[in-house]
Nanobody, 122 residues
Framework: QLQASGGGLVQAGGSLRLSCAAS????????MGWFRQAPGKERDFLAS????????NYADSVKGRFTISRDNAKNMVYLQMNSLKPEDTAVYYC?????????????????WGQGTQVTVSS
């Protein structure tokens, strides 16, 4: 029901824009989030956006570099990633929260998409 795309290989300092498409149901009333998981590590929160897009939250590690946005008319969520670093290499996941307002905890999300690989070379 959620499909992330837009990942790939990029050099350090470069940019990527991830997209998350919803199908089968609408998530316009749900907060949405982006997470990532590097090999051997836990899945970490990156960014979240409330149902109308008025409120966003970011992890300190990506604040100022990543921007989350959504287009409810298209049932899409985006993650613009700038100034990428090798440590940003991971599988990136989008998720829909149970509620309408931004959440930073994994347990607040109950719909998960398949991830997209982002690899940043030094």
């Amino acid at each position: 029901q959620l499909q992330a795309s837009g990942g790939g290989l990029v050099q350090a300092g470069g940019s990527l824009r991830l997209s998350c498409a919803a199908s089968g149901r609408t998530f316009i009333n749900n907060a949405m989030g982006w997470f990532r998981q590097a090999p051997g590590k836990e899945r970490d929160f990156l960014a979240s956006i409330s149902w109308r897009g008025a409120t966003t939250n970011y992890a300190d590690s990506v604040k100022g570099r990543f921007t989350i946005s959504r287009d409810n008319a298209k049932n899409m969520v985006y993650l613009q990633m700038n100034s990428l670093k090798p440590e940003d290499t991971a599988v990136y996941y989008c998720a829909a929260a149970r509620g309408s307002y931004s959440g930073t905890y994994l347990t607040q999300y109950n719909y998960w998409g398949q991830g997209t690989q982002v690899t940043v070379s030094s």
